[in-house]
């Protein structure tokens, strides 16, 4: 499964280690015949479901389709899903499977208590205002998902040290990393609350964590830490801004969604805090000491001066926002700050809302001083004045980014849609070209073919800055505000795995041609040395003029052993033909291959006469031996027999 991590959380191993059957290796894979589901869903259900045995795709549709069964009769809530798309390994879709099957029998189960006492049946809502009921004393921490405010760690430990202040310091927390704080809360919880370390702290200190997997881990803590929901925790959780929700597609290109809904798109931006309006009860982190109770001139001005305090500074942190910059990665940065920024203002809208609400019931009650009216009608109106001038600009900024953002990543696509355009054209170019006719000239196509792997390598630092683009999505356009763009990346990663392709295979046949001409051309040279040589051993041999009978045996012996090395010798002039046809197929040149016959030919000839030379030697010797000695009948019997093992 670790290969799977960035796809498969915590959430899924969960899953598919319920059953007691052994292990999934592949998910994708070894889902598709269903049994694998069916077995899951008979340790959930505590129900025996038959299974169909064969490997046929018939056989793995009916499993499925049995499954999806079983999850209706149970009230598993499935939205587009079909047999087929299990069978045929959907990713997304199978996810999806495993995590309907995941919140019907894990999640809700843990909190279906609660869940009935509150008569709410949204499992999401509750954990997410117990998580924030929970870290309420924390000034530290404002919990508004279950993705991004988790990426520091101190949520994590502020839950446990809530329930638990006893296990460790908090202050000793705050001065961690992200990274430490994740470490230090999962281990608190795996040492004394039971539950294993399912997260990698690596995988939570990101951009975006991976939703399902917070969800899971936090009902593991709710699941054993106490719980205390109203309907008033209820109730502010359903005020929050719904912050973004990220999918990733398979394939080349893997396109960061940063998906805001038109609620998200600063709901409480888009109306002006007039001082008749009324405002919900988001939490803020700076919380207001104004209730409906409390509305005395005392609690008002002190509530007063800290959303006053707070809003200075915030303006001071709008302020020091960098220019927007023209490098699209420096803007990929200026649009997540800002979107902290922002987060920031809807955790304190509240605050500003519930000191104007109170600078109204305090004019409302009569109980003023003409003097106190006047002042606070001047300070609500300096408050929703600032607040207001604030809210556009940081509006105006968010639009500014986000029309910079889109602007430099469509140029982005574009020179790549270029650069692939002129590399498409370049290769085609290179194919045309006939493979070389010598070494010299196929070093020169290596060297261009180095050049064009040089340029993809440089080329490749562009792609990977493509495969996190952002894409600002609200209700108004929906999906489809992706789905030209998502297209064109589609298209441009099919481009770009051509032209790798292509490249790759033409380095690897250049290097293969490369090794087997250079090896031809060594074993060439080296016999045409051997065949000098024995050249030279053959003119050496005598067939006349025999001092003795001696001297006749030493000439005969000669002869005997250049014949053994050339019957050793053979099977390597074979073998050369043998490379030389094959060097002359790969390169397809006929004026290399007619380089190449020409040269085996000439070697073929000079080993052929050689062959001639030595046989002509052996056949003189005994003629000539016969007439310069008397011979009886036994010697020339044996040296005729010497003479034929030559020939």
């Not at 117990?130 to 309420?136: A, P």
């Not at 990274?179 to 608190?188: P, S, Y």
């Not at 600063?266 to 009324?278: Q, V």
């Not at 302020?319 to 809807?346: A, C, N, P, W, Y």
Request: hydrophobic share 35%; charged share 25%; with cysteine.
């Amino acid at each position: 499964m670790k290969d799977k991590k960035e796809k498969v959380p915590f959430s899924g191993r969960f899953c598919l280690n319920t059953s007691g059957k052994p292990p999934v290796k592949d998910m994708f894979t070894d889902l598709k015949d269903g049994r694998k589901l069916l077995d899951l869903l008979e340790g959930l259900t505590g129900k025996p479901l038959p299974k169909e045995r064969g490997s046929t795709r018939v056989h793995a549709l009916n499993n499925v389709n049995r499954v999806l069964q079983v999850l209706h009769q149970n009230n598993v809530e499935l939205v587009n899903i079909g047999g087929t798309d299990i069978v045929d390994g959907n990713h997304k879709l199978t996810l999806g499977l495993l995590w309907s099957i995941i919140l019907h029998w894990q999640v809700k189960d843990v909190m279906k208590n609660i869940m009935s006492d509150l008569q709410q049946t949204n499992s999401e809502k509750i954990l997410l205002s117990w998580v924030r009921q929970s870290t309420r004393p924390y000034s530290q921490v404002n919990v508004l998902n279950f993705t991004t405010s988790w990426a520091d760690g101190l949520a994590f430990n502020a839950v446990i040290h809530r329930h638990k202040p006893e296990l460790f310091s908090w202050d000793k927390v705050i001065k961690m990393s992200p990274v430490e704080r994740l470490e230090h809360a999962f281990g608190i919880a795996k040492n004394h609350l039971g539950i294993e370390n399912l997260l990698d702290p690596e995988d939570v200190a990101v951009q975006l964590p991976d939703k399902k997997s917070i969800i899971m881990y936090l009902t593991s803590l709710f699941e054993v830490l106490p719980k205390q929901v109203t309907m008033e925790d209820i109730r502010e959780v359903e005020t929050l801004p719904r912050r973004y929700k990220q999918e990733c597609e398979d394939g080349e290109f893997n396109m960061q969604q940063v998906c805001l809904s038109s609620k998200f798109a600063w709901l409480f931006l888009s109306c002006n805090f007039s001082c008749s309006s009324g405002f919900g009860s988001s939490r803020a982190e700076t919380p207001s000491t104004v209730t409906e109770v409390d509305m005395d001139l005392d609690s008002y001005q002190v509530a007063l001066e800290e959303v006053l305090t707070w809003l200075l500074s915030a303006e001071d942190a709008f302020r020091e926002q960098e220019e927007i910059s023209g490098d699209v990665e420096e803007v990929k940065e200026q649009f997540s700050t800002h979107e902290s920024f922002m987060m920031e203002l809807t955790a304190h809208q509240s605050s500003v809302g519930s000191v104007l609400q109170a600078g109204n019931q305090l004019v409302a009650q009569g109980n003023l001083s003409p003097e106190e009216e006047f002042e606070i009608q001047e300070q609500m109106l300096l408050l929703n004045s600032r607040w207001e001038e604030l809210r556009v600009e940081s509006m105006d900024r968010q639009s500014r980014l986000h029309d910079m953002l889109m602007e430099l990543q469509k140029r982005q696509l574009q020179q790549l849609s270029d650069w692939l355009t002129v590399t498409e054209e370049r290769i085609q170019k290179m194919e045309t070209q006939l493979l070389t006719e010598d070494l010299e000239s196929l070093q020169k196509q290596l060297e261009e073919h180095k050049s064009l792997q040089s340029d993809l390598e440089t080329e490749q630092v562009k792609v990977n800055s493509l495969t996190h683009m952002v894409v600002i999505v609200d209700e108004s356009s929906g999906e489809s505000a992706t789905a030209i763009l998502e297209e064109q990346l589609q298209r441009l990663g099919e481009r770009w795995t051509a032209v790798c392709r292509w490249t790759e295979e033409r380095r690897v046949k250049l290097q293969e041609i490369q090794l087997l001409w250079q090896e031809l051309l060594e074993e060439q040279c080296l016999l045409k040395a051997w065949l000098t040589e024995k050249e030279e051993a053959l003119s050496k041999v005598q067939t006349s003029n025999f001092k003795d009978q001696t001297d006749l045996s030493v000439n005969v012996r000669k002869l005997a052993i250049l014949k053994e090395d050339m019957g050793m010798k053979r099977q390597t002039l074979d073998q050369l033909n043998e490379l030389g046809q094959d060097v002359a197929q790969i390169l397809g040149n006929d004026r290399a291959s007619s380089k190449i016959d020409q040269d085996q030919e000439e070697l073929t000839q000079r080993w052929d006469s050689l062959v001639q030379k030595l046989e002509d030697y052996s056949n003189q010797v005994p003629n000539k031996a016969l007439l310069l000695f008397s011979l009886d009948a036994c010697v020339y019997a044996n040296l005729i027999d010497s003479v034929r093992k030559i020939a």
